[in-house]
């Protein structure tokens, strides 16, 4: 496949689940690589926020495949605690540094890869029963984690931006996907239970303070999304 002309990458009829849970700031940024020029997002002094979202792209370029995410909200923007947060939200904007990102699509995997997102080819498993959906993550034949998510009623409609930072040869790069959720729902201060598993990836993370009550639960169904290459970007002091 030839991304070059099909630039940027059209995505339809998309379920998108985002869970944001906080963390102590100071554990955030050891799961950063150091010297990486990413300002964290806090939702107030001291407390960072992790994102765990999942996708299942029912119609994409690579066709029908499945992702998962982990990242922590950042940007390259100058930061202000609790202020920056009200911004970005009021913006609809949802920017994040991608620490692991799973897919269950080598062409996927391929592209992501050329574009420095970390992306690594894993089994990814979404499951909706009744009103919760269940995303589990296997890796190296090793559980990384398993989410189930409560589903709201998705009622309204929704346009937002994620926004996704990483790596490349030492240089951070930035990407935007505009979306359009016809079926949007959230609950807040609830609605997801998270497991860790066995996979080094998933033991990372137990011991670092992550709340197990979520902040926000973001439910989109039926989304259009346009993915756009990532760009280098300098960041802002």
Same mark, same amino acid.
Request: glycine residues 6%; negative net charge; aromatic residues 8%.
């Given at each position: 496949m030839n991304t070059e002309t099909t630039l940027p990458l059209q995505f339809d009829n998309?379920?998108?689940v985002n869970i944001a849970l906080p963390l102590?700031?100071?554990?955030? *940024?050891?799961?950063v690589p150091a010297g990486?020029?990413?300002?964290?997002?806090e939702v107030f002094p001291g407390r960072a926020v992790l994102v765990i979202s999942f996708s299942h792209y029912r119609e994409s370029p690579f066709g029908d495949y499945t992702e998962a995410v982990i990242a922590l909200m950042a940007t390259h923007e100058r930061v202000i605690p609790v202020m920056t947060l009200a911004r970005l939200t009021q913006e609809s904007r949802y920017p994040g540094f991608v620490l692991h990102m799973f897919v269950s699509n080598p062409a996927a995997q391929q592209v992501g890869a050329a574009w420095g997102l970390p992306r690594l080819l894993a089994a990814v498993q979404l499951q909706e029963q009744g009103s919760t959906t269940r995303c589990t993550v296997r890796y190296?034949? *090793?559980?990384?984690?398993?989410v189930i998510a409560d589903r709201p009623p998705t009622d309204r409609t929704r346009e937002m931006q994620l926004e996704t930072y990483s790596l490349h040869n030492g240089e951070l790069l930035h990407a935007v996907m505009p979306c359009n959720a016809q079926a949007y729902g959230r609950k807040q201060g609830e609605g997801a239970q998270v497991e860790w598993g066995n996979h080094p990836i998933g033991q990372r993370f137990?011991?670092?303070?992550?709340s197990p009550q979520p902040l926000m639960v973001r439910y989109y169904d039926q989304m259009h999304a346009e993915l756009h290459a990532p760009e280098p970007c300098i960041i802002e002091r």
């Amino acid at each position: 496949m030839n991304t070059e002309t099909t630039l940027p990458l059209q995505f339809d009829n998309t379920l998108c689940v985002n869970i944001a849970l906080p963390l102590p700031s100071h554990q955030a *940024r050891a799961l950063v690589p150091a010297g990486t020029p990413i300002n964290l997002v806090e939702v107030f002094p001291g407390r960072a926020v992790l994102v765990i979202s999942f996708s299942h792209y029912r119609e994409s370029p690579f066709g029908d495949y499945t992702e998962a995410v982990i990242a922590l909200m950042a940007t390259h923007e100058r930061v202000i605690p609790v202020m920056t947060l009200a911004r970005l939200t009021q913006e609809s904007r949802y920017p994040g540094f991608v620490l692991h990102m799973f897919v269950s699509n080598p062409a996927a995997q391929q592209v992501g890869a050329a574009w420095g997102l970390p992306r690594l080819l894993a089994a990814v498993q979404l499951q909706e029963q009744g009103s919760t959906t269940r995303c589990t993550v296997r890796y190296e034949d *090793r559980l990384v984690f398993s989410v189930i998510a409560d589903r709201p009623p998705t009622d309204r409609t929704r346009e937002m931006q994620l926004e996704t930072y990483s790596l490349h040869n030492g240089e951070l790069l930035h990407a935007v996907m505009p979306c359009n959720a016809q079926a949007y729902g959230r609950k807040q201060g609830e609605g997801a239970q998270v497991e860790w598993g066995n996979h080094p990836i998933g033991q990372r993370f137990i011991g670092t303070g992550i709340s197990p009550q979520p902040l926000m639960v973001r439910y989109y169904d039926q989304m259009h999304a346009e993915l756009h290459a990532p760009e280098p970007c300098i960041i802002e002091r």
